[in-house]
């Protein structure tokens, strides 16, 4: 079996945790999740696996035995800024991080599962030459409704609206690159996510070993998705067998109980538009973006004219709506200590 290391990149809810759990399960693989979340640390001790992500027991296992010295590499700035880097982009910093990882595994072969690294697939490329590269995508309204399932109805569609997902913080810390993020014309959520969706799906066909799509190659046909990784060297036949087990079937459908199809095939018709005045449907992860930006100069310059001064003032409001559920999560954990307390005392 090889050991160049395996990276594992997607957005957010596009079915890259299940193929990290397809590599956790198998033998002679050390699977590392999220390495560039900024809470990592905090999520190791603290985090336990999502309902939606079946068959997950633990996210952390690859760390646990190496937890001390993770401290000393990794940062919350490689999940929080440089959301995108370029080919000749230098983070000395990252590179030891992820090395760090790679070189744990000892015997086995590394792979690392990624959601922050889609806009950086060209550096991380050079950085890693040896590495292969499995990008998963899935389609973009199930994506959408798969994002904001935990919002209350009322906001599901604020383009204000920080979800678990990070889309309004990536929208703020790319703005100073793709300036239509922050645009005026972002007037739901569904354009950040589509933008940083169609966008992701360019650089990470560009720069892949192998793109499955989760919906017809994981959900539609499993064995499908299975052999390309087969044929990719990605998997021994056996391993791609046995993990058929882990795919289940979930609702495929789920964005028509949000809005009908005329929404969304309009926004998306909005977005494209942009994309294409600006170059990036032809060239985003094929040229530099400074090359992309001279080329059609007249359309970025009237992008960057475009950038909203309110959106920093969404991001402030959102920051408060997270301190208020932490300030409901602390209340709840006090009233339960206080209870174990008075139980306690009681029984005493």
Same mark, same amino acid.
């Given at each position: /079996?090889?050991?160049?290391?395996?990276?594992?990149?997607? *957005?957010?809810?596009?079915? #890259?945790?299940?193929?990290?759990?397809?590599?956790?399960?198998?033998? !002679?693989?050390?699977?590392?999740?999220?390495?560039?979340?900024?809470?990592?640390?905090?999520?190791?001790?603290?985090?336990?696996?999502?309902?939606?992500?079946?068959?997950?027991?633990?996210?952390?296992? %690859?760390?646990?035995?190496?937890?001390?010295?993770?401290?000393?590499?990794?940062?919350?700035?490689?999940?929080?800024?440089?959301?995108?880097?370029?080919?000749?982009?230098?983070?000395?910093?990252?590179?030891?991080?992820?090395?760090?990882?790679?070189?744990?595994?000892?015997?086995?072969?590394?792979?690392?599962?990624?959601?922050?690294?889609?806009?950086?697939?060209? &550096?991380?490329?050079? %950085?890693?030459?040896?590495?292969?590269?499995?990008?998963?995508? $899935?389609?973009?309204?199930?994506?959408?409704?798969?994002?904001?399932?935990?919002?209350?109805?009322?906001?599901?569609?604020?383009?204000?609206?920080?979800? /678990?997902?990070?889309?309004?913080?990536?929208?703020?810390?790319?703005?100073?690159?793709?300036?239509?993020?922050?645009? *005026?014309?972002?007037?739901?959520?569904?354009? $950040?996510?589509?933008?940083?969706?169609?966008? #992701?799906?360019?650089?990470?066909?560009? &720069?892949?070993?192998?793109?499955? +799509?989760?919906?017809?190659?994981?959900?539609?046909?499993?064995?499908?998705? /299975?052999?390309?990784?087969?044929?990719?060297?990605?998997?021994?036949?056996?391993?791609? %067998?046995?993990?058929?087990?882990?795919?289940?079937?979930?609702?495929?459908? +789920?964005?028509?109980?949000?809005?009908?199809? #005329?929404?969304?095939? +309009?926004?998306?018709?909005?977005?494209?538009?942009?994309?294409?005045?600006?170059?990036?449907?032809?060239?985003?992860g094929r040229?530099?973006? $400074?090359?992309?930006?001279?080329?059609?100069?007249?359309?970025?310059?009237?992008?960057?004219?475009e950038v909203?001064? !309110?959106?920093?003032?969404?991001v402030l409001?959102?920051? #408060?709506?997270?301190? +208020?559920?932490?300030?409901?999560?602390?209340?709840?954990?006090?009233?339960?200590?206080?209870?174990?307390?008075?139980?306690? $005392?009681?029984?005493?």
């Open positions: /079996m090889s050991t160049s290391p395996i990276f594992i990149t997607g *957005r957010f809810r596009s079915g #890259s945790t299940l193929l990290w759990n397809i590599y956790d399960h198998a033998q !002679d693989y050390r699977a590392f999740y999220e390495p560039c979340h900024d809470n990592l640390l905090a999520h190791i001790r603290y985090t336990k696996p999502m309902a939606s992500h079946r068959g997950v027991t633990t996210y952390w296992g %690859a760390y646990r035995p190496i937890l001390e010295t993770l401290e000393q590499v990794h940062s919350p700035a490689f999940g929080l800024t440089r959301l995108l880097l370029e080919r000749d982009d230098q983070w000395p910093e990252l590179v030891r991080h992820l090395r760090f990882l790679i070189d744990a595994a000892g015997k086995d072969r590394a792979v690392l599962q990624f959601n922050r690294v889609d806009f950086r697939l060209p &550096w991380l490329r050079r %950085a890693f030459s040896e590495a292969r590269i499995v990008h998963i995508w $899935r389609d973009c309204r199930e994506t959408f409704a798969s994002s904001v399932r935990h919002l209350p109805p009322e906001r599901i569609d604020d383009p204000g609206e920080d979800d /678990m997902y990070d889309q309004l913080h990536w929208s703020v810390s790319l703005s100073p690159h793709l300036p239509f993020l922050a645009g *005026r014309s972002v007037t739901t959520s569904y354009h $950040r996510i589509y933008y940083l969706w169609k966008l #992701s799906l360019l650089m990470g066909r560009q &720069w892949s070993d192998v793109s499955i +799509s989760f919906d017809d190659d994981i959900l539609g046909d499993p064995w499908r998705g /299975m052999k390309a990784l087969v044929e990719a060297g990605l998997l021994e036949e056996r391993e791609a %067998a046995a993990a058929l087990i882990l795919i289940e079937p979930i609702d495929r459908l +789920s964005w028509r109980v949000l809005h009908d199809e #005329s929404w969304f095939a +309009s926004i998306e018709a909005e977005c494209e538009a942009t994309l294409d005045r600006l170059g990036l449907n032809e060239w985003f040229k530099p973006l $400074r090359e992309i930006r001279a080329q059609f100069a007249p359309a970025w310059r009237a992008s960057d004219a909203s001064p !309110d959106i920093l003032d969404q409001l959102s920051l #408060s709506r997270h301190r +208020s559920e932490v300030t409901r999560l602390l209340y709840i954990v006090r009233a339960l200590e206080a209870d174990k307390a008075n139980v306690e $005392r009681e029984y005493a």
